[in-house]
């Protein structure tokens, strides 16, 4: 069984910054990255970032490349995201996701997810 915990959504204002985390446990050495995707209400969930698991390739959806930043520390089997420059367009729940598959943009290549976080970005 593998659990995913998220962890640093929150509120903040255009411009700020936020991190979001995700710890990962139990069996996942056949995982082949880890990433994340994001939902509004109604809408297809989103492919945000993507890292193998050698944490040396990064994949960005085109709204978010230049301001997010995904990275891991296999150590801990933890990823993160930095998230910059942070607009209204940025509000939804994020997810974080472990791959199956190298197919980083499609999301029926993740074999879990996790919880998802909100992160509401608003003056």
């Known amino acids: 069984q593998v659990h995913l915990a998220e962890s640093g959504g929150g509120l903040v204002q255009p411009g700020d910054s936020l991190r979001l985390s995700c710890a990962a446990s139990?069996?996942?050495?056949?995982?082949?990255?880890m990433g994340w995707f994001r939902q509004t209400a109604g809408e297809e969930r989103e492919f945000v970032a993507a890292?193998?698991?050698?944490?040396?390739?990064?994949w960005y959806g085109d709204s978010v490349k230049g301001r997010f930043t995904v990275t891991r520390d296999n150590a801990k089997n933890t990823g993160y995201l930095q998230m910059n420059s942070l607009n209204a367009e940025d509000t939804a729940v994020y997810y974080c996701?472990?791959?199956?598959?190298?197919?980083?943009?499609?999301?029926?290549?993740?074999?879990?997810w996790g919880q998802g976080t909100q992160v509401t970005v608003s003056d």
């Open positions: 996701a472990l791959y199956i598959r190298g197919i980083w943009s499609d999301r029926r290549s993740v074999g879990y």
């Open positions: 139990g069996r996942t050495v056949s995982f082949v990255g």
């Open positions: 890292m193998d698991t050698t944490g040396r390739r990064a």
